[in-house]
Nanobody
Framework: QVQLVESGGGLVQPGGSLRLSCAAS????????MRWYRQAPGKQRELVAY???????NYADSVKGRFAISRDNAKNTVYLQMNSLKPEDTAIYYC???????????????WGQGTQVTVSS
């Protein structure tokens, strides 16, 4: 009933930039914290960044100063601006969000299918 769809991934050279988007759709009353995760081949899933409904942000040390998370509440969309990309940033990037589908309803967590980011020369 709630879907999250990531877009914007692709192949980029080291030092380049990429902007990921994740749009939520379906039955939505409120979206709270929105998050970006990534998983590289052979590695565990890593929390990259999150942004609360109040606009507070936090980043993994590995991306701090290079990535920026933002959101457009009118579009139910979260973004991840990635600058100064490194080969170690190569991964599938997933978005997640805490969502209330109705007023007074429970807060549930939803996930997207992921978008591939490859940083290679």
């Amino acid at each position: 009933q709630v879907q999250l769809v990531e877009s914007g991934g692709g192949l980029v050279q080291p030092g380049g930039s990429l902007r990921l988007s994740c749009a939520a759709s379906g039955s939505i009353s409120s979206i709270y914290t929105m998050r970006w995760y990534r998983q590289a081949p052979g590695k565990q899933r890593e929390l990259v960044a999150y942004i609360t409904n109040g606009g507070s942000t936090n980043y993994a040390d590995s991306v701090k100063g290079r990535f920026a998370i933002s959101r457009d509440n009118a579009k139910n969309t979260v973004y991840l601006q990635m600058n100064s990309l490194k080969p170690e940033d190569t991964a599938i990037y997933y978005c997640g969000a805490g969502v209330r589908q109705r007023l007074g309803g429970p807060l549930n967590d939803y996930w997207g299918q992921g978008t591939q980011v490859t940083v290679s020369s």
